[in-house]
């Protein structure tokens, strides 16, 4: 399935990206994020982000509140 990436994702999830980007390459299998809002706040910017942790072999764990 094919999608288009948002508006300004990359600059907007910089930090998330760089993150996926850096336990790929250190070979954690984990993701863990304080707010479900670093991931995106639409669905189109979840979805995305997502996906790169599925393309990156990753886990996501959300810390609870």
Do not use: N, Q
Not at 11 to 32: N, T
Not at 41 to 55: G, Q
């Amino acid at each position: 399935m094919s999608h288009e990436m948002p508006r300004d994702y990359e600059r907007k999830f910089a930090d998330f990206i760089k993150l996926c980007e850096e336990a790929k390459s250190s070979r954690v299998g984990h993701v863990i994020i304080a707010r479900p809002s670093e991931i995106g706040d639409t669905y189109e910017e979840v979805m995305e982000s997502l996906s790169r942790l599925a393309d990156a072999g990753l886990a996501l764990h959300i810390a609870r509140r």
